[in-house]
């Protein structure tokens, strides 16, 4: 991880962040890669990497991930 996260970075913290009681981050996975967003496979990449860079810790974000998932949600909004 460079220092930038990219789009499928930024969407999975925003995922992360609104995720709903009771769903695990494999569901997460599971639901960007039924979009399309990415595979399954790519999908347990990015968390391992998101973990690594401090950005997740046991699947729950951490403060540096929220403040993250915070800006791709503002990112997002139109």
């Known amino acids: 991880m460079n220092g930038e996260l990219d789009l499928n970075e930024r969407v999975f913290l925003l995922g992360v ?19 399309g967003m990415f595979t399954p496979k790519e999908g347990k990449r990015i968390r391992k990497e ?7 810790l046991e699947g729950k974000l951490t403060v540096k991930g929220m403040i993250e998932a915070k800006r791709a949600e503002e990112e997002f909004k139109l």
């Open 17 to 35: 962040l609104t995720q709903k009681e009771g769903e695990t981050i494999r569901d997460l996975i599971l639901a960007l890669a039924n979009t």
């Open 50 to 56: 998101l973990e690594a860079g401090g950005y997740l």
